[in-house]
């Protein structure tokens, strides 16, 4: 494999070309038909086809990440510490030229993306009912923004990138979501605009000081920014980061748009999309100064408790098993705030460092868990056709690879040692330690309940005396329901994203450049 200035523009073109032809094929062979669901759909050609030009779009950024990963601690990089940089004509006025390049901190959340969206797109593609054109096509959309916005680092083209995912997004719920997706994908639509609007803000602000999108450029403007607009700047930038990343109380958009939106999307949404705004804050924030962070460092830490223990507390009463797990992916996020509280109540330290390191491996930790957990999810559901907790039980028995995954996906996801979520999450932790007990502790509260709520679930559908429910009437036009324990193509994207977990929880060190 071999890497030049032109291969991460190639790769990056590739999803959205695929999209391109999947679309023009679907078009060309039978035109527009109602598709799942009610769902606009273009017409399906043969099967094979679609899921070559699936996989076309999906696969290659999978391979070439890690082989980015290996090779970035020897690649030629720039001042910035930019690997595989290129500036390429961007044609918007204003914008000569879009910079691309991976560093130390994007590089593992760009592996993250690639890893969550081969997965969810071989999923898709392996369907008969989402094996679509136009289904595939949004999902890829998706894709390439997730990827373009972390191999960017021209700050107004990141976030570009990233709103960009917004309206493919929007129409995937819509058309295939669950029976309340009209309500959530406006919902996600409001609050993700809103929030939008003040990161703009935010980073308008920045570039106009620094007279430069070129994030080290915008990042070492905010040491010289005159204190009160660096107290503007921050102020907005943790606002508008915090909807996004569905910080409390802004949450309330992300577990039902996670519980309602279709599987490929639930996990590339919840594992990857929803780390932007923690990607922004681990960039920019060590350029403020101290004075400017302090008024929110408090504020930070009283709402990520909202998080780790309201948020929490809802997930313990949560019955439904993807409802749970939507809600569960938004508590989690409490752990990554604590991490920016450590960043804003004491930057240019050690401490602050140790967090933001600890935060970038949480995450890359958290996007792998919940993106299995969802596609796990959705396997038990064409197995049983229902997901309310009591509704089946015994599910080891008729399927125990099903169970053998799910149990560890659940165990990742509450930071088990020997996944990587548990450095990150260790790392956090310990940042904490100048925080005296009466504040420390009931952050510690988070450990507890994240296990109660995913081990409760563990139980409730796999152990216990077996109870397979007969299909409802109303299943149809969902997938058939499946009497069989994992088919192939879900043993393999389930493995893909626990031994990536397992790998990188055993070397943490080949995330850490």
């Known amino acids: 494999m071999i890497f030049s200035e032109t291969t991460l523009p190639f790769l990056l073109l590739t999803p959205p070309g695929a999209a391109l032809l999947l679309l023009i094929y679907g078009a060309l062979r039978r035109g527009r038909r109602p598709g799942d669901g009610g769902a606009p759909a273009l017409g399906s050609g043969p099967p094979r086809l679609i899921q070559i030009l699936a996989a076309i779009g999906f696969l290659p950024p999978l391979l070439h990440a890690a082989a980015f990963c290996l090779l970035f601690p020897d690649a030629a990089k720039t001042a910035d510490g930019y690997a595989w940089a290129v500036d390429l004509p961007a044609g918007i006025p204003g914008f000569a030229t879009l910079s691309l390049g991976?560093?130390?901190?994007?590089?593992?959340?760009?592996?993250?993306?690639?890893?969550?969206?081969?997965?969810?797109?071989?999923?898709?593609?392996?369907?008969?009912?989402?094996?679509?054109?136009?289904?595939?096509?949004?999902?890829?959309?998706?894709?390439?923004?997730?990827?373009?916005?972390?191999?960017?680092?021209?700050?107004?083209?990141?976030?570009?990138?990233?709103?960009?995912?917004?309206?493919p997004a929007f129409l995937l719920i819509l058309y295939w979501g669950g029976q309340g997706r009209r309500a959530a994908a406006i919902q996600m639509a409001v609050y993700l605009t809103f929030g939008a609007m003040l990161l703009l803000a935010a980073l308008?602000?920045?570039?106009?000081?620094?007279?430069?999108?070129h994030i080290p450029t915008v990042r070492e403007a905010f040491g010289t920014m005159p204190l009160e607009s660096a107290r503007w700047a921050s102020g907005l930038l943790l606002l508008g980061t915090a909807i996004p990343a569905a910080l409390f109380p802004f949450h309330s958009w992300a577990p039902p748009t996670y519980a309602e939106a279709p599987t490929p999307l639930s996990m590339l949404h919840a594992g990857v999309l929803k780390k932007f705004g923690f990607y922004l804050l681990l960039l920019l924030l060590p350029g403020f100064q101290r004075e400017a962070l302090a008024p929110w460092a408090d504020v930070l830490y009283w709402l990520a408790l909202g998080n780790i223990l309201l948020l929490g507390a809802t997930t313990l009463g949560q019955h439904?098993?993807?409802?749970?797990?939507?809600?569960?992916?938004?508590?989690?996020?409490?752990?990554?705030?604590?991490?920016?509280?450590?960043?804003?109540?004491?930057?240019?330290?050690?401490?602050?460092?140790?967090?933001?390191g600890s935060i970038l491996l949480y995450m890359v930790g958290h996007g792998l868990a919940a993106a299995a957990l969802f596609l796990l999810t959705h396997s038990i559901r064409i197995r049983v056709g229902v997901l309310e907790?009591?509704?089946?039980?015994?599910?080891?028995?008729?399927?125990?690879?099903?169970?053998?995954?799910?149990?560890?996906?659940?165990?990742?996801?509450?930071?088990?040692?020997?996944?990587?979520?548990?450095?990150?999450?260790?790392?956090?932790?310990?940042s904490l330690q100048d925080l005296p007990p009466w504040k420390l502790l009931p952050a510690l509260a988070g450990i507890v309940i994240s296990a109660v709520y995913m081990l409760r679930a563990s139980a409730r559908f796999f152990f216990g005396p077996e109870n397979l429910p007969p299909p409802p009437a109303t299943f149809p036009p969902s997938p058939p329901l499946l009497r069989r324990d994992l088919m192939p193509m879900e043993r393999l994207t389930a493995f893909l994203l626990l031994a990536s977990m397992l790998l990188a929880g055993f070397f943490p060190k080949l995330l850490q450049f």
């Open 102 to 167: 991976l560093d130390a901190t994007s590089l593992p959340l760009f592996l993250l993306a690639a890893l969550v969206g081969a997965a969810a797109g071989m999923g898709a593609a392996s369907s008969p009912v989402t094996a679509k054109p136009l289904y595939l096509a949004l999902l890829l959309f998706v894709f390439s923004g997730a990827l373009a916005m972390f191999a960017t680092s021209d700050l107004v083209f990141a976030y570009f990138f990233h709103e960009a995912t917004l309206v």
């Open 204 to 213: 308008l602000l920045a570039v106009g000081h620094a007279g430069s999108s």
């Open 320 to 356: 439904h098993l993807k409802e749970m797990l939507a809600s569960s992916s938004v508590a989690h996020m409490g752990l990554c705030y604590l991490g920016v509280y450590v960043m804003t109540s004491a930057p240019g330290t050690p401490l602050s460092a140790a967090a933001s």
């Open 389 to 430: 907790f009591g509704s089946a039980g015994g599910l080891a028995k008729p399927f125990p690879l099903l169970a053998a995954f799910f149990v560890a996906a659940s165990m990742a996801s509450v930071g088990l040692p020997g996944f990587v979520g548990f450095w990150g999450e260790l790392g956090i932790y310990t």
